[in-house]
């Protein structure tokens, strides 16, 4: 039996953790033998390891995220990009953790924030294990940044970055560059998996991996959980009116510039001046970090949930609405739109990144035009008037079902870790 050491900063909380924990618990149920190390337990898991499961570990955890965050607080162009950029200065050794040494398979996810540095992933891809790196988001192969929005620095050397206060030819980012240059010294037995196929041609376009073996699996989701309930029945354990469309809108923090609200309160706006008696028959229903004070000016009744915890919980507010709008501006491949679709619920949003992948225009969504608001409001009406034989919410279901699966997704993992085993 393989046996696989998946390696995360977190376990259930931010989207790159919650994606590592589903893809560890689906190789289990597929007969494989995966453990989780993790910088941060969310709670306690079978085959699940925090190393803050003590107080010392706890303390270590703090102690690397504060003296990282320290390492960047000189450099950042300002508050907004505080968390959009790590240096990866500061990490934990785990080349001699007992968990690395017994296992087969190295699966390395996001590990920034001060789980590891790029020192010490180079100590790991010097034990010559199969070591596979599901990337998350762009880090890997930039110089410093999560995202690079319209820079294609990380194309070339970097340098001149727009995250760092003194951009110049040989900053921050282009010392960074150079150092993962340096290390990224991919032996035979590495694999690189993007969690989308945009994310897989931005690593492609990349300096750093050009010549590196890179594919894309995407992520799981258990669809046992996260299923279709019955609109009247979700709708009545929330409270909710039967006779009503619901417009559903989630984020871990809505003040987030990536996550775009503000197109969303534009996109509103326009379809309620476009359309009269909107307010009487849409209202808006939104999930996740924020105050109800964010959502003034929006003239539809709102609904503001706060955070959502547990499956049940979120399958029965993702079956009540009509649609989910993702207007994100930068994103990979969001879990909040696989469960959505998972769930029978259309999608609409943005043009960028794995988004047009998991929602197909006219089928199971509407992709809008890039930053449109104009675009989105568009989509919203599409969903609200093309919907009631609920052919996009079948479409919805079948598009998860058939690419997103645990079973699905666990089976191609299993094919590369054997390929990366086989000698």
Known sequence: MVKVLHISTFHLSGGAGLAASRLHRALNKFGLESKLLTGRMSQQEENVFGLDATITGKTGFWGRFIAERLNFLPREKNREVRYAFSPAAVGKELRNHPLVKEADVIHLHWINFGMLSIRHIRQLLELG?????????????????????????????????????????????????????????????????????????????????????????????????YHPVEKAIAREKLGLAADKEYILFAAAKISSPLKGFVYLKDALGRLCRAVPDLEDKVELIVIGGGSPEQLEGITLKKHFLGYVSGDENLVNVYSAASL????????????????????????????????PEMVRHGVNGYVADYKNAASLAAGIQWILGNNGDGELSAAAREKVVREYAEQVVAGRYHELYQSLLTP
């Not at 196929?197 to 690593?203: C, D, K």
């Not at 879990?335 to 794995?354: D, I, K, S, W």
Request: with cysteine; net charge neutral.
């Open 324 to 355: 989910y709008v993702t207007p994100s501006v930068e994103d990979n491949l969001p879990n909040t739109v696989m469960e959505a679709l998972a769930c029978g619920t259309p999608v609409v949003g943005f043009q960028t990144g794995g988004i």
């Open 129 to 225: 294990k199969p070591l596979v790196w599901t990337l998350h988001d762009m880090w890997a192969f930039t110089g410093g940044c999560h995202y690079s929005g319209s820079c294609d620095g990380f194309t070339r050397s970097c340098g001149h970055c727009p995250f760092l206060k003194n951009p110049s030819e040989k900053d921050l980012s282009f010392r960074t560059l150079a150092e993962k240059a340096e290390t990224w010294n991919f032996h035979p037995k590495t694999a690189i998996v993007a969690c989308s196929q945009w994310l897989e041609g931005e690593a492609r376009r990349s300096s750093l991996m050009a010549r590196a073996a890179v594919t894309s699996i995407p992520n799981p989701i258990d669809i046992s959980r």
